[in-house]
């Protein structure tokens, strides 16, 4: 009898158990309520039964899943049982994973050398099958002989040179007519014809990315508001009568012109004129946006 009244029976089959001996059918059908009842694929019954067959080698432990069998005796050890109760189920569980380990690993030291050697023979195919793939890849990418190269109709004409081999001259060169031919050919040689090349002059003009360094330092980093004629740069030695001067003046304009609107397309700088023919006033964006 226990302190709450109740009374625990301990199943005669567990009291001097040993999974040595052989299946007590008997035993099984009298303890089969009191232990977990499993559902695994090729068995289906109580835990005792399950190590009893398996003991007996007549259940195929083969096709257990470890996982499903300890996701099912995790389970039945939540629900409420005495405690020597789940200790049995927990030693028949250890018996029925080391009965289910024996089918994996080797037992006698023979059999498991005959496994480590046929391992390392297994370890070694795989190892050269390896190496024949990237042969046969890097084979795969030499051209090949019809589709990439193509031989000569002459079979002598395509034999490969031996390396290092002299080359045998069929012909005997007459140097002292290979001399003359030479020195007549020489001679005989048209005058060069030397025509003079056509190059333009070099004109002495601003530039556009001269007017947009110039536009950067007087307004952007200023951060003041120029008229668009105080960004021209100034007419030094101005000559009315000299083409040259008035082509060097009119380009100041040009650049600045084309840099400041190339400016203020990009966001650098913003153009306002207030009235038709009145001066163009040039800020930077952020300055204008905030006035």
């Given at each position: 009898m226990s302190a709450d009244g109740e009374r625990s029976v301990t199943p005669p089959c567990w009291k001097t158990w040993d999974p040595t001996e052989a299946p007590d059918h008997k035993a099984i059908t009298e303890t089969a309520g009191q232990t977990p009842h499993l559902a695994l694929a090729g068995f289906a019954g109580p835990l005792e039964q399950l190590l009893v067959l398996a003991r007996a080698q007549k259940c195929d432990l083969a096709k257990l899943s470890l996982r499903d069998f300890i996701e099912q005796l995790t389970g039945a050890l939540r629900r409420e049982a005495p405690i020597h109760q789940k200790a049995e189920w927990v030693g028949m569980a250890s018996w029925v994973v080391l009965l289910r380990s024996r089918l994996l690993l080797p037992t006698s030291p023979t059999t498991q050398t005959n496994a480590e050697a046929q391992a390392q023979t297994l370890q070694a195919g795989l190892v050269a099958l390896q190496q024949m793939q990237a042969l046969a890849?890097?084979?795969?990418?030499?051209?090949?002989?019809?589709?990439?190269?193509?031989?000569?109709?002459?079979?002598?004409?395509?034999?490969?040179?031996?390396?290092?081999?002299?080359?045998?001259?069929?012909?005997?060169?007459?140097?002292?007519e290979f001399l003359w031919a030479t020195i007549a050919l020489l001679d005989d040689a048209p005058p060069v014809e030397r025509r003079p090349v056509y190059r333009p002059l070099p004109l002495d003009l601003h530039t556009v990315s001269e007017a947009r360094k110039r536009i950067f330092c007087l307004v952007v980093e200023a951060m003041q508001t120029k008229h668009l004629q105080d960004l021209v740069p100034p007419p030094t030695g101005l000559d009315p009568s000299d083409a040259k001067s008035m082509r060097r003046h009119k380009s100041g304009w040009t650049s600045t012109l084309v840099a400041t609107l190339e400016m203020a397309k990009q966001g650098e700088i913003t153009l306002a004129q207030k009235n038709l023919f009145d001066t163009i006033a040039v800020s930077k964006a952020g300055l204008a946006l905030s006035s």
């Open positions: 890849t890097w084979l795969n990418t030499r051209p090949q002989l019809g589709q990439d190269v193509f031989a000569h109709a002459n079979p002598e004409l395509c034999a490969p040179e031996p390396l290092g081999a002299p080359t045998k001259i069929h012909h005997q060169p007459d140097i002292i």
